[in-house]
């Protein structure tokens, strides 16, 4: 089964890839590896929620704006590549959280984006992952992923 088949299986739709609101690619392809810069949950052109967590959003609530996100970035890689079926792996991924003071459940935040890739990749999906508190994140994005994934 290919991964396109997967997420028609799970019922989801990639949305378009988001376009940078900056000087930047959003991806770079370095011999197997593709860095995606940064991603925010972003629908319709628009920050899907705003936002800290421990404040103004739940964790349950940064748990999807990371899965949002993360579906960004597979946009991202498929549009680069023509398809997510050349993933080999995901390396790693960082998670920035909008967090307000005293806010320790990062890791359960960027849970919504490293749960998604395993459901949707399986072991290929697992990866490294740094999860950590921002005081602020552009556009008032309650998260910021980037990843790094191998290919063929």
Do not use: W
Not at 7 to 18: E, R, S, V
Not at 25 to 45: E, I, K
């Amino acid at each position: 089964m290919t991964i396109e088949e997967r997420l028609i299986q799970l019922g989801i739709i990639l949305p378009d890839a988001p376009k940078p609101v900056a000087t930047y690619v959003p991806a770079c392809l370095a011999g197997d590896l593709l860095f995606v810069s940064g991603v925010l949950p972003v629908q319709n052109g628009k920050v899907a929620m705003t936002g800290k967590l421990g404040q103004e959003l739940r964790v349950e609530q940064g748990y999807e704006a990371a899965r949002i996100a993360v579906l960004n970035a597979l946009a991202i890689v498929q549009q680069e590549l023509g398809t997510l079926d050349r993933v080999k792996q995901v390396v790693r991924m960082t998670g920035h959280v909008a967090s307000a003071l005293g806010f320790s459940e990062q890791p359960a935040v960027i849970n919504g984006a490293s749960d998604f890739l395993v459901k949707v990749f399986g072991e290929k999906g697992r990866h490294a992952r740094l999860a950590l508190g921002a005081a602020e994140l552009p556009l008032q994005a309650p998260i910021e992923l980037e990843l790094i994934f191998q290919v063929t």
